[in-house]
Nanobody, 126 residues
Framework: QVQLVESGGGLVQAGSSLRLSCAASGLTFSIVVMGWFRQAPGKEREFVAGISCRGDNTYYVESAKGRFTISRDNAKNTVYLQMNSLKPEDTAVYFC???????????????????WGQGTQVTVSS
């Protein structure tokens, strides 16, 4: 079955960096669009970043632009989220997700993603 396993979360101070990883198995990684979402306590799960099947197109929520970078290594079946200049408002559980929709599309809605990881906690202290 499909498995997505996130890692790399932790507790850091504001201004620090973290790199999240998501290892995928049970699917043909090179033909799925990947995304990162996050969910803070009491809030809806929100889109953070997405990347096309080949990694040639990336897109972000406005608050992540210029600070976060999504990338993927199809040889390793892994997607990454590099997060720099972290802020307390970035505190959330971060989830990776896989969409089996067209490789040419951009997907911001969580309903467009079929598979999800279990999440990794990111806590940013002020």
């Amino acid at each position: 079955q499909v498995q997505l396993v996130e890692s790399g979360g932790g507790l850091v101070q504001a201004g620090s960096s973290l790199r999240l990883s998501c290892a995928a198995s049970g699917l043909t990684f090179s033909i799925v669009v990947m995304g990162w979402f996050r969910q803070a306590p009491g809030k809806e799960r929100e889109f953070v970043a997405g990347i096309s099947c080949r990694g040639d197109n990336t897109y972000y929520v406005e608050s992540a632009k210029g600070r976060f970078t999504i990338s993927r290594d199809n040889a390793k079946n892994t997607v990454y989220l590099q997060m720099n200049s972290l802020k307390p408002e970035d505190t959330a559980v971060y989830f990776c997700a896989a969409s089996i929709r067209s490789c040419s599309g951009t997907y911001y809605n969580r309903r467009e993603y079929a598979y999800w990881g279990q999440g990794t906690q990111v806590t940013v202290s002020s």
